[in-house]
């Protein structure tokens, strides 16, 4: 809803590399951008990232390359300076494709993403982004 007008309108002046429609994404707001992550479309579960600049409404895909890790059967804590996580780790270049996941912003920096169905069934994976290096 756009505030001030009480209804909704739609944004169509929006430029860049937007994703395909789909359902089951996440879409997560950090510093001015929001962040959409996997979803199905009519192609089947995704792992992409794409972020939209909510000041220019501007799509970019981003490539993320390495550096995350899955978190296998984890506890995670976050007590306003940290993550404590408590779990075996693994690591991994990307997050699989995933639809029907959780995901949450902490401490306007890092995009935490658990869980969700994809091919192979229900996962139980944490990954957590940088969004300040995009690893």
């Known amino acids: 809803m756009y505030v001030g007008l009480n209804k909704w309108i739609t944004l169509v002046e929006l430029s860049g590399t937007m994703p395909s429609a789909r359902c089951g994404h996440s879409a997560t707001?950090?510093?001015?951008?929001?962040?959409?992550?996997?979803?199905?479309?009519?192609?089947?579960?995704?792992?992409?990232?794409?972020?939209?600049?909510?000041?220019?409404?501007?799509?970019?895909?981003?490539d993320c390359k390495g550096g995350m890790s899955a978190l296998l059967a984890l506890a995670c804590v976050y007590d306003g300076a940290r993550v404590l996580i408590c779990s075996r780790c693994r690591s991994v270049a990307l997050p699989t494709a995933r639809m029907e996941h959780a995901a949450i912003a902490i401490d306007d920096r890092f995009l935490l993403i658990h869980g969700g169905s994809g091919d192979g069934g229900i996962l139980n994976t944490v990954h957590l982004l940088d969004t300040s290096t995009y690893s």
């Open 29 to 62: 707001v950090i510093n001015g951008k929001m962040f959409v992550f996997g979803g199905k479309d009519e192609r089947g579960c995704n792992n992409d990232l794409y972020v939209l600049d909510l000041v220019r409404f501007h799509w970019v895909r981003l």
